[in-house]
């Protein structure tokens, strides 16, 4: 083998060596946008749930406010009857 085979042997094992490096750290930055990517789900699934609890208080909040204006209503209209005795 030519010293200059034997130099473009060794570029070439260089090469395919910076190559294997290249796609190592690739794989890694994919795994880590992977973890990345299941835990913002997770956390958005989190987030939904609450959205979700936080519009059933509020409706409930809402009857009972409903319910709480109609007994004052209520309540009105026999002090006003009460009134006029």
Partial sequence: MSKEQRQRLKE???????????IKEHERVS???????KEHK????????RLK?????????G????EHKRVLKE?????KE???V
């Fill in 12 to 22: 070439h094992k260089h090469v395919l060596k910076e190559q294997r490096q290249r």
């Fill in 75 to 79: 309540q009105r209209q026999r002090f």
């Fill in 42 to 49: 997770r956390v958005s699934k989190e987030q939904r749930q």
């Fill in 63 to 66: 009857q009972r406010l409903k």
């Fill in 31 to 37: 795994k880590e946008q992977g973890q990345r990517l």
């Fill in 82 to 84: 009460h009134k006029r």
């Fill in 53 to 61: 609890e936080h519009e059933r208080v509020l409706k409930e909040q």
